[in-house]
Nanobody, 121 residues
Framework: QVQLQESGPGLVKPSQTVSLTCTVS??????????WTWIRQPPGKGLEWMGA???????YYSPSLRSRSSISGDTSKSQLTLQLRSVTPEDTAVYYC?????????????WGQGTQVTVSS
């Protein structure tokens, strides 16, 4: 059973950089045809796919967030990191990490519980 756990600062100020971590347990982040993704849900809105990192290390980003996002992986810790720069209140959301099996359009079969990020001065 793969488990994902997100962690982050909770509250950040506008213009700052928020860094979120996803720890993967009971599985390697480098095995299989897997993409580790970040998805967020602003209050009252639907899910927004932000980006992903493949087990090869290749990264993929939503065009709308590409200029402000960086996703990296630390295989020794089985952790993924999302950095989002120059945040605004519109970045307030619950942020999830999820595993996509069989490709970015594949099955999102494991999800973390999500971590709340609030952008406010």
């Amino acid at each position: 059973q793969v488990q994902l756990q997100e962690s982050g600062p909770g509250l950040v100020k506008p213009s700052q950089t928020v860094s979120l971590t996803c720890t993967v347990s009971s599985g390697s982040i480098t095995s299989g045809y897997i993409f580790w993704t970040w998805i967020r849900q602003p209050p009252g809105k639907g899910l927004e796919w932000m980006g992903a990192i493949a087990n090869s290390g290749s990264t993929y980003y939503s065009p709308s967030l590409r200029s402000r996002s960086s996703i990296s992986g630390d295989t020794s810790k089985s952790q993924l990191t999302l950095q989002l720069r120059s945040v605004t209140p519109e970045d307030t959301a619950v942020y999830y990490c999820a595993r996509a099996s069989g490709g970015l359009a594949g099955l999102y079969d494991y999800w973390g519980q999500g971590t709340q990020v609030t952008v406010s001065s």
